[in-house]
T-cell receptor
Framework: GNSVTQMEGPVTLSEEAFLTINCTYT??????LFWYVQYPGEGLQLLLK?????DKGSNKGFEATYRKETTSFHLEKGSVQVSDSAVYFC?????????????FGDGTTLTVKP | GAVVSQHPSWVICKSGTSVKIECRSL??????MFWYRQFPKKSLMLMAT?????????EQGVEKDKFLINHASLTLSTLTVTSAHPEDSSFYIC???????????FGPGTRLTVT
């Protein structure tokens, strides 16, 4: 089956610190990989995605590279801001199987302090 | 991307009553919608997949008679929690599949508290 394992939180950083949130996966088939962000009391918003090996997704200063050899899709940002405080979910989807349903990690809570 | 709304955004109800949650696609005709449940500090658990004009497909372990899903049109899907109990208290999120293979758009969620 498909599964996503994320780094356990919570993660607390000072403003302008470097962020890494680890994500590894197992999948039957060739997955597409996603990072979603959830702000308090809100639904999920797509942050970035990568659909094939070695692709790099990027958005709002966040980046993640699809590493097939290590089955990883780690999220990074060079300089975090207080406004980045949220819960981050790594997810995968295999379009050809399982009706294209998404599998989510447990989420990592990030708190950025001024 | 598509704009998805949910109503209500939060609701408190008494044990034994039923609650209906609406999920609307404001600018997109969605043939497929998903309903998720999220426990505190946990990930999203897919409850069911709803296809317009047909019966929803429920995930294993989800009671279809308790969580009634109706996808009556391309812009509206509803989730009714019947005879709610405190253990049904949760954050319910709907999502719709876009035209692109990788697109999935999420509603803002509904916080249900059963007292």
């Amino acid at each position: 089956g498909n599964s996503v394992t994320q780094m356990e939180g919570p993660v607390t950083l000072s403003e302008e610190a470097f962020l890494t949130i680890n994500c590894t996966y197992t999948a039957t088939g060739y997955p597409s990989l996603f990072w979603y962000v959830q702000y308090p009391g809100e639904g999920l918003q797509l942050l970035l995605k990568a659909t094939k090996a070695d692709d790099k997704g990027s958005n709002k200063g966040f980046e993640a590279t699809y590493r097939k050899e290590t089955t990883s899709f780690h999220l990074e940002k060079g300089s975090v801001q207080v406004s980045d405080s949220a819960v981050y979910f790594c997810a995968l989807r295999v379009l050809e199987t399982n009706a294209g349903k998404s599998t989510f990690g447990d989420g990592t809570t990030l708190t950025v302090k001024p | 991307g598509a704009v998805v709304s949910q109503h209500p955004s939060w609701v408190i109800c008494k044990s034994g009553t039923s609650v209906k949650i609406e999920c609307r696609s404001l600018d997109f005709q969605a043939t497929t919608m998903f309903w998720y449940r999220q426990f505190p500090k946990k990930s999203l658990m897919l409850m069911a997949t709803s296809n317009e004009g047909s019966k929803a497909t429920y995930e294993q372990g989800v009671e279809k008679d308790k969580f009634l899903i109706n996808h009556a049109s391309l812009t509206l899907s509803t989730l009714t929690v019947t005879s709610a109990h405190p253990e049904d208290s949760s954050f319910y999120i709907c999502s719709l599949r876009g035209t692109g293979a990788y697109e999935q758009y999420f509603g803002p969620g509904t916080r249900l508290t059963v007292t």
